[in-house]
């Protein structure tokens, strides 16, 4: 329930609004004792009262010391000049101040709410505030009276607790609702009609001698206005008719007044009565006004909510339709569709209406499975990704919900979402994996991805060969930690922002340590790969290996001449080119005597070349550029831009070291550069590649998600229709029903053969999607694995049958005890035996052999079977899998068993191994850790989470 603002929310009214409410005391208290009856003391309507309470609750509780002094003092100007003694006149001040003090604190709740008139809640706020407040005052007034000798106490208390009461249930609320929004008007025709009913109905009651009975036409007039007219009109109303009917009761008209004449009290008492009667008007009708605006405003709201409803099916950004069963009740027929739907499913509103769902999207058979349950509201909803029916084109994922209730007709709503571009997605992940792997793969330089963290998620197997660090040891560790990483690494944030700053790639040359200890040398180029915001989310770092260009002295003369790949030029102190190699004529064009004696920045773009020194000219550009080298005489590798002598341009990274003789002067300088075009090429298709396989993975988790399930759901909804053909099969075929005929029983026996090896499945799907969902509770209980080979032999021997084959059971000495399901546990034996009984032609032998070995308990089942091909048993404790000799004998089977054994081996802590070859059998054994059954073990459950 609300409790309206908190006193943090009640805006203070402005000085000039408490002056108009002090007005308000001072006008209404001088007028109520002017007009009060001669001879008494007391007033018959004290309308100031709602003034004075108005003053207190409409002001935040801070502002209350300041007020009461100013009520106190215009209720005394009131009463004196009004006529009344100055004692009186401050004893009423007194009270007033202190019932105006009380109301307040009740109406707001001590200052921590506002002062309202919205609910019922504040209605009964208000009454009891009333009640309350005109108590405190009728005996505060009747002691000041007693005390003075001005009157008689009990006709003090009973006129002034009603005159009271009567004032603030009819004029309070006025004043609290003023402070309100303003509110839409009312039709004037109707509040026209209204008031003039009001006013007949007044004037005829309490302007003329009139009886009691008919007092009641005014209250149903106001009761129209609060049915019709709203909250403000009515409390207008009300305390207008309040003063009316006040005035013309203490004038002695009314039905009050004359039922009282000739009585020595008459007009206290007739006062009284007119006074409660306000009170009992005020008390019907204000809670009739407000339940009604709590119902308009009701009604405006479920109005406005199937607008929006509406608004969101036609604008959903979703496909979406109705649709309802067809007269055959073996189809869905189209009743109404959105834009969106209309768009995804290729066609216009008018065309798709009517149309039948299953003729414009290809649904399939689990579809019109699904649909007798769907119309008998047996199940809730069926989902299904499916291509729209030709010549339309694409694919939907369909969402069937009902929205009738149980029992009524059927009404469905269909969600459609256009999944064409997943689909195609997908087609092409193998594509995208290819180019990935064949781009790393094929690049001849280290290549490192990292996350964000730093962390190894990617090496191709130049890597490898590189450094001789094996994938494996790579992954997962922090790029710095590797020993070959470049120097920025161990600032990978840094790197992030710098290459986001400057748009172009990092380029480092360092020292490298491989796997072997051997030192290398490495051109870096760092660069990132940036999602579809523009945001880094891996760093790419291709690393090229220097080594012997930079330690093998010894062939320079050599390089000069057959090295095509690498510049190397030789300059002198003056800037001008001495030597070059034939790389260098092969990367630009010229030949090699071209270039001796020509300025080296001539090879420089110009322009790169201004804006890295800060050069006013190319000539000097070339002294700032060497003054720069650091104190190692070298600079870090930098990709630059060359032009070659066809005025192309030509990227290569570029490093410039000083050339010294043995007595440390500088005779010149070396450049040496590598064509980084095809590297910068292998980078990007790389970044390109990455992106498009973590897209594809991401779709294809989500298609996984969507697949496990939809696998858990069909098997669910497959399971009680397949154990009903099954248990009908049973009674059909032993004759409960009617005694089968000799050549309907081969064929009972087939169907309820072929039902139990559904509900067998349809259990290991079940069992499988259980252990992906962690959510398979087994017990974990002392088990004697000794003790449960008599139940799995039962369980295997009806498999063997009439087949010349020998099962036997060999049953250990002593007890063999394990910690788990024993349930399960049998279930491990069963399969297995069950396997090898399958696999095992006649004339062969199944053996099953239990003991305890190397601390551990050993189940090992062999057979003299067809076997498993070596090369298929990696793959033999997957889901599905079956081995090609068991396909090609065609041997039935799920592919399901062995994979449900190793889930229960290994969630029991336990390892299942396989020995076998093609057409010599296999031997499958089980290892368990042995239960310590100590007197501090209990049994009980837990969740068995599969290993992996």
């Known amino acids: 329930m609300s409790t309206g603002p908190t006193s943090g929310d009640v805006r203070a009214p402005s000085w000039r609004t408490l002056l108009l409410l002090l007005v308000g005391v001072y006008v209404a208290g001088r007028g109520a004792v002017f007009f009060k009856p001669d001879g008494f003391p007391i007033t018959t309507f004290w309308p100031a009262t709602a003034f004075c309470v108005a003053t207190f609750a409409l002001s935040p509780a801070r502002r209350w010391p300041a007020l009461a002094p100013a009520v106190f003092v215009v209720s005394v100007l009131a009463s004196v000049t009004g006529g009344r003694a100055w004692d009186l006149s401050i004893g009423f001040g007194v009270t ?64 002034t607790f009603a005159s009271h009461v009567a004032a603030l249930m009819t004029l309070l609320p006025l004043l609290l ?23 007949a109905t007044t004037v005829l009651v309490f302007a003329f001698q009139q009886t009691a009975p008919i007092a009641i036409a005014p209250v149903v007039a106001l009761s129209w206005a609060a049915l019709r007219l709203g909250l403000p009109v009515l409390t207008a109303e009300l305390g207008i008719f309040a003063v009316v009917a006040s005035l013309l009761t203490a004038h002695g008209q009314g039905p009050f007044a004359t039922a009282l004449a000739g009585s020595d009290l008459r007009p206290l008492l007739a006062a009284a009565l007119g006074q ?12 009739l006004c407000i339940a009604a605006e709590r119902n308009a405003a009701l009604v405006e709201r479920i109005t406005s909510d199937s607008l929006l409803f509406r608004r969101n099916f036609t604008e959903s950004l979703v496909g979406m339709a109705f649709v309802e069963p067809a007269a055959s009740g073996r189809e869905l027929v189209v009743v109404e569709l959105n834009d969106t739907a209309a768009g995804v499913l290729g066609g216009t509103e008018d065309d798709l209406v009517g149309r039948r769902l299953g003729d414009l999207v290809e649904l399939g058979p689990d579809y019109h499975a699904a649909l007798p349950r769907l119309l008998r509201g047996t199940q809730h909803g069926w989902r299904t990704e499916a291509p729209l029916r030709p010549p339309r084109e694409g694919r939907v994922d369909l969402l069937l919900s009902p929205l009738s209730e149980p029992g009524s007709t059927p009404f469905f709503a269909v969600q459609l979402l256009d999944v064409t571009t997943a689909y195609t997605a997908r087609r092409a992940l193998e594509v995208a994996q290819k180019l990935t792997n064949a781009t790393l793969d094929t690049t001849n330089c280290i290549i ?38 470049p120097p920025e690494a161990r600032d990978l944030r840094a790197l992030l922002d710098w290459l986001d700053d400057s748009d172009r790639t990092a380029s480092h040359e360092a020292d490298a340590v491989t796997r072997s200890g051997q030192a290398l040398r490495i051109v870096w180029n760092s660069d990132v790969v940036r999602d579809e915001l523009g945001r880094p989310s891996y760093a790419v770092m291709t690393g090229m290996d220097v080594t012997d260009e930079r330690t093998t002295t010894g062939l320079v003369d050599h390089l000069m001449e057959a090295s095509q790949s690498t510049a190397i030029i030789g300059i002198d102190t003056a800037g001008r ?24 920045h001539r090879l420089l773009k110009p322009t790169e070349l201004l804006e890295r020194t800060g050069a006013e000219s190319v000539e000097d550009a070339f002294d700032i550029l060497v003054r720069g080298l650091g104190r190692d005489g070298e600079t870090q590798a930098r990709d630059w831009t060359w032009l070659t002598r066809t005025a192309g341009e030509q990227l290569v990274s570029m490093t410039l070291s000083v050339a010294q003789d043995s007595l440390t002067a500088r005779t010149g300088y070396l ?36 697949k496990n399930e939809f696998v858990s759901t069909v098997s669910h909804e497959l399971r009680t229709p397949v154990t009903s053909i099954v248990g009908y099969t049973e009674m059909l075929r032993d004759g409960s029903i009617v005694e089968p005929l000799p050549d309907q029983v081969p064929l009972l026996d087939s169907i309820g053969r072929n039902g139990q090896r559904l509900i067998a499945m349809i259990n290991d799907l079940l069992m499988l999607s259980g252990l992906d969902a962690r959510t398979v509770h087994w017990r974990h209980d002392p088990v004697d694995l000794a003790a449960t080979l008599t139940s799995v032999e039962d369980a ?153």
């Open 96 to 159: 007033n101040t202190v019932e105006a003090g009380v109301a307040a604190l009740l109406l707001t709740s001590a200052g921590r709410r506002a002062a309202r008139l919205a609910s019922q809640e504040d209605f009964l706020r208000l009454l009891a505030t009333a009640l309350v407040a005109a108590a405190v005052l009728s005996l505060s007034a009747a002691s000041v009276v007693r005390l003075l000798g001005a009157g008689d106490f009990s006709a003090t208390v009973e006129s």
């Open 276 to 287: 409660g009667f306000l009170a009992c008007a005020a008390l019907l009708v204000l809670p």
């Open 448 to 485: 490192l991805v990292t996350d964000l963290e730093g962390v190894v998620v990617r090496v191709n197997a130049a890597t490898e060969q590189i450094t001789g660090y094996t994938e494996a040891e790579l992954l997962g560790r922090q790029v710095w930690d590797t020993g070959i990483a």
């Open 577 to 600: 080119i001495s030597v070059v190699n034939s790389g260098t004529a092969h990367l630009l064009g010229y030949e090699r005597e071209e270039l001796v004696g020509v300025p080296f």
């Open 796 to 948: 295997v021997r009806p498999l063997v049958g009439r087949r010349r084959l020998a099962l036997d059971v060999r049953r250990p000495a002593d007890a063999v005890p394990v910690l788990g399901d024993r349930a399960q546990l049998e279930r491990v034996m069963v399969n297995l035996l069950s396997n090898a009984v399958k696999f095992t032609e006649d004339g062969g032998t199944v053996t099953l052999e239990m003991g305890v070995e190397a601390g551990e308990a050993v189940v090992r089942v062999r057979d003299t079977g067809i076997g498993i091909p070596v090369a298929e048993q990696g793959a033999l404790f997957e889901r599905f899998f079956r081995s090609t000799t068991a396909q090609s004998r065609q041997i039935q089977g799920t592919g399901l068993g062995l994979s449900i054994v190793s889930a229960i081996v290994s969630a029991h802590g336990g390892s299942i191994e396989v020995e076998s070859a093609h057409l010599e059998g296999s031997v499958f054994t089980v290892r368990l850790p042995l239960a310590d059954l100590g007197p501090s073990r209990s049994a009980g459950s837990r969740v068995v989470e599969p290993a992996g």
């Open 671 to 706: 450049c040496v550069a590598r064509d980084v075009t095809e590297q910068r090429h292998s980078q990007e298709v790389l970044i390109a590649a990455l992106d498009k396989e973590r897209d594809a993975v991401d779709r294809l988790r989500s298609l996984d998600q969507a």
């Open 177 to 199: 609702v003023l402070g309100d929004e303003p509110r839409p008007p009312r039709r004037g025709v109707e509040l026209a009609a209204q008031v003039s009913v009001l006013v």
